[in-house]
């Protein structure tokens, strides 16, 4: 089973033109350790982009699997034939859907989103899901850790409560990363790289502060550097 990469940058490859993806994973692939394949590059490019990428370094497919059980496991079997190393659910679909996922991921390691970075109080309040967000996020992250998934994704302010929690050995993902006088974008909950690897983050997800940057190469440089990596 896949865990933590040597490198923990992880550079978001998410637009739906196949030359733009390869123009960026060429720019950046000695600088990071994992290329994130979203909902918009897998769509618009299929399994033969993830396989492609997966032949130069470990691939996070973030489908964000969220069906009945039997479904999940059925794409999770799927994805396992692509050569991805992670493969993100959402654990709000409950423990039978994330240990399905498991069942059916076989190697590929199962990473379970929690609370969505682009959501605050107030917007779970909206919904109806009880919290303030760090508690929403401790209560669904129990639920996909009983249930056997490795690793979660939460977003970096989450990061050192869940440590507290459930220690050193979940895999923790972490979108929303800026740098310091980065726009957050439709992010909402965000730190700056170092400070989520201080708190104890093994992949950070940056997709916009590289790939929207003029030099994507010097971006990731940068941003790899900060980090030691």
């Known amino acids: 089973m896949t865990l933590a990469p040597r490198n923990p940058l992880c550079v978001a490859l998410d637009s739906p033109r196949r030359a733009d993806l390869d123009r960026v994973a060429d720019a950046v692939e000695e600088h990071v350790g994992v290329f994130k394949v979203g909902l918009t590059a897998f769509n618009a490019n299929g399994g033969e982009l993830v396989a492609s990428l997966a032949r130069r370094l470990p691939v996070f497919l973030d489908l964000k699997l969220h069906d009945i059980p039997a479904q999940v496991e059925g794409a999770a079997t799927a994805v396992a034939g692509l050569g991805a190393s992670y493969l993100t659910v959402h654990s ?106 201080d708190a104890g983050a093994d992949i950070l997800v940056v997709g916009r502060p590289i790939t929207g940057a003029p030099d994507p190469a010097a971006a990731a440089w940068a941003l790899a550097r900060e980090i030691g990596a």
């Open 92 to 197: 709000s679909g409950g423990s039978d859907m994330v240990k399905a996922a498991v069942s059916g991921a076989g190697a590929v390691t199962v990473v379970a989103v929690t609370i969505l970075t682009s959501l605050d109080d107030t917007d779970l309040d909206r919904i109806g899901m009880r919290g303030p967000a760090a508690d929403a996020v401790l209560r669904l992250a129990d639920v996909a850790l009983s249930a056997g998934a490795p690793g979660l994704v939460c977003s970096p302010q989450e990061v050192a409560r869940l440590r507290r929690e459930f220690g050193t050995e979940p895999l923790l993902v972490v979108p929303g990363i800026r740098r310091d006088a980065a726009a957050a974008d439709d992010q909402r909950r965000t730190l700056t790289a170092r400070d989520a690897l």
